[in-house]
């Protein structure tokens, strides 16, 4: 039987998973979770440092000085022990399926204010998925040439999602207007 892989903070995971695929800085490990894996899973530098310090200490990654001009500058990659941590953590069959979007919270209790307040509510929860549906095909030309299956699909899913989340607020924001 296989042992149950090591917990890793989601931090962690989206850390040693983009180090898998390449050495970087926290800097680049921010830039890459703006540009893909923030749709579904954020990361902020105050998560990130602190997160890649626990994984030197614990030999998940390994830091290598890169200074980069007249700035110092960490570059960070992957230990095999870190690889086999982010191998059994993804083999894992255990997950957790949570969603957190404070416009569904807000909608959800949206019966509490006047009709044309809740019709703003939904205005600007429809706004902010026409928004992420437009960003996310933005980027789909970097996820169409990724070189490893996934990062497209979950592109692909994040599109029907927020294309889903546009119509279903058209829907809602028309019952909402023909209401007495």
Not at 77 to 93: F, S, Y
Request: aromatic share 8%; proline share 4%.
């Amino acid at each position: 039987m296989e042992a149950k892989p090591a917990h890793l903070s989601p931090t962690a995971r989206v850390i040693l998973g983009l180090l898998a695929a390449a050495p970087r800085s926290g800097y680049d490990i921010k830039g890459v979770v703006d540009n893909s894996t923030r749709f579904f899973w954020a990361a902020s530098y105050g998560q990130i440092y602190p997160e890649l310090k626990r994984l030197a200490e614990q030999g998940l990654i390994a830091a290598e000085a890169a200074p980069e001009g007249g700035r110092r500058r960490t570059t960070f990659r992957i230990t095999d022990e870190g690889r086999d941590a982010l191998t059994a953590w993804v083999r894992d069959p255990d997950l957790v399926n949570e969603m957190r979007d404070e416009g569904l919270l807000k909608v959800f209790f949206v019966g509490l204010l006047e009709r044309e307040d809740a019709i703003a509510v939904l205005e600007a929860a429809r706004e902010k998925y026409a928004e992420k549906l437009a960003r996310l095909r933005e980027i789909e030309p970097l996820a169409a040439g990724a070189d490893r299956f996934g990062p497209l699909e979950v592109l692909q899913y994040g599109l029907g999602m927020s294309e889903f989340g546009v119509k279903w607020c058209d829907e809602n924001l028309k019952k909402l207007r023909e209401m007495d």
